[in-house]
């Protein structure tokens, strides 16, 4: 996602940028042997999800945000 300077995120870009750092900021409040574990997963989970799923596919994109801020 990394947009550079000058460049706007869409909505559903810090839509999904705001869970991804949810997700991280949920895993500070772990012991820090299950913190990196979390993180770990959070991270790859995403990066796949950003492989596979289409940019323009956003009736799926809209099902993983929904899909994620209901875990």
């Known amino acids: 996602m ?6 706007k995120l869409s909505g ?4 999904v940028l705001s869970l991804y750092r949810g997700f991280l900021r949920a895993a500070r409040s772990k012991p820090t ?3 990196r ?8 989970e995403f ?3 950003s492989k596979q799923v289409d940019r323009k596919n956003f009736l799926h994109i ?4 929904r ?3 209901t875990l």
Request: proline share 0%; no cysteine; hydrophobic share 25%.
């Open 33 to 35: 042997e299950d913190r």
């Open 2 to 7: 990394g947009a550079s300077k000058g460049q």
């Open 67 to 69: 899909r994620g801020k």
């Open 47 to 49: 990066r796949r999800n």
């Open 62 to 65: 809209e099902y993983l945000l």
């Open 37 to 44: 574990q979390i993180e770990s997963i959070v991270s790859a």
């Open 12 to 15: 559903m870009q810090r839509q």
